[in-house]
């Protein structure tokens, strides 16, 4: 079987989708650390059109965008499928994560924002959260049923990151349990999931490198 | 029990468009709806609740949204006729990719040659050429993105054909300078009836284009 590598940094959330994705299927893989404020040869030759991690590299082909990526690993090794067969319940769950991917942005931006641009940005992510809670779950226990697929992937980074921005922010809290009761549900399922669970950033280090990114950023800004 | 389909849509709209050209490819009978994008009927809000845009396809009752996904969705239901994906994951992936860099990039900049004016137009024009060198190199000498024969990506990408006259007039440049292979692959697209019989017309998109920039407050 062809060599599996992983371009990517551990504190990046797009990164962290693939990383679950190849431990649901049990696939090993090489990580290759990338430094984003220099980027690699290796980088910019196998991501020439965005430059952006992660990629991963099967053999010697590239795949990029991370659920791109996850899609590819979930076609490639069959074990423990992250989509339905049926077309239609297929085409609810990419709805979700092209969602997760549009509305997600919310959520990065809210870290790098401060004063009214992150009052705005909150608002946006509260809209995004009321929708996914609308709409998104029903009653089901997660995206993909009683198993977690795609969607909870494209989500679960979102969402785990949100949690995370809010700690470092340490402003007026979106994601209430008691606004979002269905979503706390999922994210508290989702990170019970063991290989989850295993392979979750540490909080508190998220949560100091974190600020100290924060604050490097709002410094510079 | 035969197949319902109906088509929440609206004329211009190059992912409307995209629906059409992947149904048309697979034979699909199916029911155009035009919709009225400035009054909002209760059945397309009813389909499309989270984001209510066009299109949005009802199969049996069931309703499926956002372009690209209802693409893929019609690959997948109607398998027996002209695949638009490949079966290969690596050459699915990488046409996902380019559907996907269609979306995010194509289509912005160009939205702003339209929008803006000034500096802001010039830096769209260049970085939407810029785009469209790259597809070109993605093309390569092959007849389609699919290959032999129209795919995913060639879906993706031909209903903006039909704005470029609308994109070249108001950003004052000549597509086919730049970019010929484009143009050539564009017009290879249009000699099939599943292309010609879905794009508009490149002068009506154009006077739609500018109604839309008097209403922007554009010109």
């Known amino acids: 079987m062809a060599e599996v590598k992983l371009i990517g940094t551990l504190a990046s959330p797009f990164v962290c989708r693939v990383i679950w994705a190849l431990k649901i299927k049990g696939i090993p893989y090489e990580f290759i650390e990338e430094d984003l404020s220099n980027k690699s040869p290796l980088l ?3 991501n020439p059109v965005h430059k952006k991690i992660p990629v991963l590299l099967h053999g010697e082909k590239p795949v990029c965008e991370s ?56 608002k946006e992510t509260e809209e995004m959260l009321q929708t996914v809670e609308e709409h998104g779950l029903g009653e089901k226990k997660f995206f993909g ?24 922010v340490g402003e007026r809290v979106v994601f209430e349990a008691h606004k979002f009761p269905r979503l706390h549900a999922w994210i508290k399922n989702f990170k019970q999931v063991p290989i989850i669970q295993e392979h979750l950033p540490d909080w508190d280090w998220m949560v100091a490198f974190g600020k100290r990114r924060r604050e490097a950023v709002l410094a510079s800004a | 029990m035969a197949d319902e389909v109906t088509l929440l849509d609206f004329w211009a ?16 009978k199916y029911e155009y709806s035009e919709q009225d994008l400035r009054n909002k009927s209760a059945l397309l ?11 949005t396809l009802i199969h049996n009752g069931r309703s499926v949204c956002e372009s690209l996904i209802i693409v893929q969705y019609v690959d997948g239901a109607w398998k027996d006729k002209a ?7 690596y050459q699915r992936a990488q046409s996902l ?19 803006t004016k000034g500096e802001d137009m010039e830096a769209a024009k260049k970085d939407f050429i810029e785009c469209l060198k ?33 994109f070249e007039t108001c950003g004052n440049f000549s597509i086919e300078a730049e970019c010929p292979k484009i143009i050539a692959w564009a017009k290879r697209c249009m000699l099939k009836e599943s292309v010609s019989k879905s794009l508009q017309d490149p002068k009506k998109v154009y006077e739609f284009v500018l109604e839309l920039r008097k209403r922007f407050g554009v010109d």
């Open chain 2, 134 to 166: 790259l597809l070109e190199g993605e093309l390569g000498d092959k007849p389609y993105f699919g290959g032999e024969n129209l795919g995913y990506v060639d879906v993706a990408f031909v209903p903006f054909y039909c704005w470029f006259y609308a």
């Open chain 1, 44 to 46: 910019l030759k196998y």
């Open chain 2, 13 to 28: 709209s190059p992912f409307g468009i995209r629906v059409r050209v992947a149904l048309a490819e697979k034979g699909v």
């Open chain 2, 45 to 55: 809000l009813q389909m499309n609740p989270v984001y209510k845009k066009i299109p």
């Open chain 2, 83 to 89: 695949p638009l994906l490949p079966s290969d994951p």
């Open chain 1, 145 to 168: 049923g009683d198993n977690i697929g795609m969607a909870d992937i494209a989500f679960g980074s979102v969402i785990y990151w949100l949690e995370v921005i809010e700690e470092i």
């Open chain 2, 97 to 115: 990719f380019w559907g996907d860099f269609i979306d995010k990039k194509v289509f912005e900049y160009s939205k702003k040659i339209w929008t």
């Open chain 1, 67 to 122: 659920m791109i990526i996850v899609e590819y690993i979930d076609e490639t090794w069959q074990q423990n499928s992250l989509l339905p067969n049926d077309p239609y319940e297929r085409a609810l769950a990419r709805f979700w994560v092209k969602f997760a991917e549009d509305k997600g942005v919310s959520v990065w931006r809210m870290f790098r924002a401060k004063g009214e641009e992150l009052e705005k940005t909150m």
